[in-house]
């Protein structure tokens, strides 16, 4: 069986660094799994990798996407996809590494199929969420008792994307769930961790850093495109929010650390709960590579 590489772990914890050591002599392609490290346009505010970072890596997916269009997992799995299989035929071992976890899903598991919906469905649902939200929570509670009981009732967005699917399909929306197609290879999870004090202090100091790259006019360069999803980031919203007199600088930056310290714990969460992998500190390189050596020699061996 074909075998996949995946790297991951918070915000901040050392992948790039670690990616380096690991994979300047490639034995496949290193792709990246950056929801905002796509974006052409955003660099400095998403620790995007230096240009010789990503020469020396050869690395996929990163800079390559601009602002101003629709991406999404559905269409970063078909990219990543599209890299992994050709590698597979010619016998390497891809890399997958970034801390986007819904993408890094996407490809190790496939996505569910959802039918698409209106845009008039969802308006009507976010109005009516406006003025009535107890009432949607229960009329999912009705219509699809089995993906109610697995998502939190005030998870707005999950609750109406699944009654958009409902109203327009007639079936519930747990119905479309769990149907991939599965995959021809096997996953090896590394997952990067830090103490958390240690994880904190290196987001505190990144954000400083960011600062003393241009974060500023980095952001100010983008601010006529700031409604833009894309756009809804930790890093920017918050300096958007000074340039709009709401926060002073010193503010704002406090802002910035402690969202990006919100957002890795929420990540750590995820891989907690989410993924079976092996856990390591990004200084334990000489056991990370030995793990992984383990992996691939066992790829000959099938």
């Known amino acids: 069986m074909q075998k996949l590489i995946i790297i991951t772990g918070p915000t901040a914890v050392g992948k790039s660094t670690l990616l380096l050591e690991l994979f300047k002599d490639n034995i496949g392609p290193v792709i990246s799994a950056d929801s905002r490290q796509v974006y052409q346009e955003m660099s400095i505010g998403t620790a995007k990798p230096s240009d010789e970072e990503i020469k020396a890596l050869d690395l996929q997916l990163v800079d390559h996407w601009s602002i101003k269009e629709p991406y999404h997992a ?153 409604s833009l999803k894309a756009l809804q980031s930790v890093g920017y919203q918050e300096l958007f929010k000074h340039m709009e007199g709401l926060y002073g600088l010193d503010e704002a930056i406090s802002e910035i650390q402690k969202n990006s310290r919100r957002y890795a714990k929420r990540q750590m969460t995820w891989f907690r709960n989410q993924i079976k992998g092996q856990h390591f500190h990004p200084n334990d390189i000489d056991k990370i590579r030995t793990t992984i050596e383990q992996f691939t020699q066992s790829t000959t061996k099938n």
């Open 74 to 226: 559905g269409l970063y799995e078909r990219q990543a996809m599209d890299i992994i299989n050709p590698s597979f035929a010619q016998g390497q071992v891809p890399v997958l590494s970034g801390g986007t976890g819904l993408y890094l899903k996407a490809v190790a598991e496939g996505l569910d199929v959802i039918p698409p919906v209106k845009p008039e469905t969802i308006a009507e649902l976010n109005q009516q969420a406006t003025e009535d939200y107890p009432s949607l929570v229960n009329e999912l509670k009705t219509k699809d008792v089995v993906y109610f009981s697995q998502i939190e009732a005030q998870n707005t967005h999950r609750v109406i994307r699944a009654l958009s699917v409902i109203r327009e399909t007639g079936q519930p929306f747990s119905s479309y769930l769990n149907k991939r197609a599965p995959r021809n290879f096997e996953t090896l999870y590394i997952v990067l961790e830090r103490p958390r004090e240690e994880l904190y202090q290196r987001i505190n100091l990144r954000v400083h850093q960011m600062m003393e790259l241009g974060l500023e006019d980095e952001v100010k360069g983008l601010w006529e495109h700031r």
